[in-house]
Structure formats: structure tokens, C-alpha cells
């Protein structure tokens, strides 16, 4: 089945560590974004990725860092200079952004990361 | 960062009761999405617009892309406990070129009393 995968599920992290959430695509998507929750808010992208080897900051990518190396993956780390790490993380994938059909600019979600700070 | 302005907030209602959300952009949008969120799960898309005035039903879902390509809203009826959670519209918005951002509502919080 294709889908988009992250993990871990919950993740806990000491202060002044950096910690990786994995995202994996298998959906042959080009475009891969990470986006922050925070409790009863909305979705603050983080970064975003149109390409292989090719990322931009999104407007919250302070204390993050991202690579994308591979089509199907787009690991998000998460520095010790992010001040309030403690979040639910979303990753998400879109076939493309907007030159082809419109179904190809449908953005699917994985699971979601919690990732707090103790 | 930009946002569509979603509403209501959120919404308390009685199971079996119709629901309606709608959101409004001071930009065109060419694509408009809604999705659910569970509690602790990832947002899982709904119902896809493409063209301004397309009316689409998805079981007791329906959602409206407006006319102005500014706004959509999504209806649902007969509402039962599972539609308990966080729904999402979400705007493709086509700067021309190469770049294209997916624009994402507040989101609408929705419990539902059995």
C-alpha cells in the first residue's frame, strides 16, 4: 500500500539534544513539507521541499533543519536552539505544486510525531 | 505565515444535528481541500474542489468551492459521535511560475453529544 510514513510515534527529548523525525514516502510525490501543531492551533509549515536536494524555509524554520537527499524521504531535526520543541509534528507529501492536474496538488499527511522535552 | 480564516472556532452540538464551516480568503484559490483530524492522528483529506461554483458530496459530506474562488464551505448532515474532531480547509494558491503554497484554515473543533 502506498502512504506516507513517520515515526517514531512519540518521541521524548533531554534539553540541549537534537532529536531526527523520520518521514518516508513510497507515493512517488515530489513536493514534501513539515508542518508544526501546537494544542488547538492550526498548521505552521516548518519546510518544504519541491525537489531532491532542494528546500526552503517555511515561516516558522528557526532552531529546525531538513535535508532531502532521497524522493521519499525528508527527515526534520529538531535543534537544541528551537526554544519550545514540545509539538505535534506533521509531515506531508504532494504529487506537485500546481503545474500539472490540480488532483496532483492534494497533500497527504502521515501520522504525526508528539515530541516533548523533559 | 498565511492562514484562511476559518469558522466558526469551533461548534457543540447534538448527535443527528446538520453542521456547516466556510472559509474566506482575500486571495483566489484555484483548488480548495477539507480535511479531518483525529485526536493525535494525522489530517486526512475529505473532499477536493478544483473549480469555482463545484458542488461535491462525500456520503454526509457536502462542500461548496464559491463562486468568487475566495471562500468554500463544507456542510454535514446528520452528524453522528465519529464525526468528533478538527476539520481543515486548505487552499491552493497559484503565485504563476514555479511557486505554489497550499494555504491551511484555523481549523473548526466539532464535538458531538450522543
Known amino acids: 500500500d502506498g502512504g506516507i510514513t513517520q515515526s517514531p510515534k512519540y518521541l521524548f527529548r533531554k534539553e540541549g539534544q537534537n532529536v531526527t523525525l523520520s518521514c518516508e514516502q513510497n507515493l512517488n510525490h515530489d513536493a514534501m513539507y513539515w508542518y508544526r501543531q501546537d494544542p488547538g492551533q492550526g498548521l505552521r509549515l516548518i519546510y518544504y521541499?519541491?525537489?531532491?536536494?532542494?528546500?526552503q524555509k517555511g515561516d516558522i524554520a528557526e532552531g529546525y533543519s531538513v535535508s532531502r537527499e532521497k524522493k521519499e524521504s525528508f527527515p526534520l531535526t529538531v535543534t537544541s536552539a528551537q526554544k519550545n520543541p514540545t509539538a505535534f509534528y506533521l509531515c506531508?507529501?504532494?504529487?506537485?505544486?500546481?503545474?500539472?492536474?490540480?488532483?496532483?496538488?492534494?497533500?497527504?499527511f502521515g501520522q504525526g510525531t508528539r515530541l516533548t522535552v523533559v | 505565515g498565511q492562514q484562511l480564516n476559518q469558522s466558526p472556532q469551533s461548534m457543540f452540538i447534538q448527535e443527528g444535528e446538520d453542521v456547516s464551516m466556510n472559509c474566506t480568503s482575500s486571495?483566489?484559490?484555484?483548488?480548495w481541500l477539507w480535511y479531518k483530524q483525529d485526536p493525535g492522528e494525522g489530517p486526512v483529506l475529505l473532499i477536493a474542489l478544483y473549480k469555482a461554483g463545484e458542488l461535491t458530496s462525500n456520503g454526509r459530506l457536502t462542500a461548496q468551492f464559491g463562486i468568487t474562488r475566495k471562500d468554500s464551505f463544507l456542510n454535514i448532515s446528520a452528524s453522528i459521535p465519529s464525526d468528533v474532531g478538527i476539520y481543515f480547509c486548505?487552499?491552493?494558491?497559484?503565485?504563476?511560475?514555479?511557486?505554489?503554497?497550499?494555504?491551511f484554515g484555523t481549523g473548526t473543533l466539532l464535538a458531538v453529544q450522543p
Open positions: 506531508a507529501s504532494r504529487k506537485s505544486t500546481g503545474q500539472g492536474r490540480a488532483k496532483d496538488t492534494e497533500a497527504f
Open positions: 521541499s519541491q525537489i531532491v536536494n532542494d528546500f
Open positions: 486571495s483566489i484559490f484555484n483548488t
Open positions: 486548505a487552499g491552493h494558491l497559484h503565485y504563476g511560475g514555479a511557486t505554489n503554497k497550499l494555504i
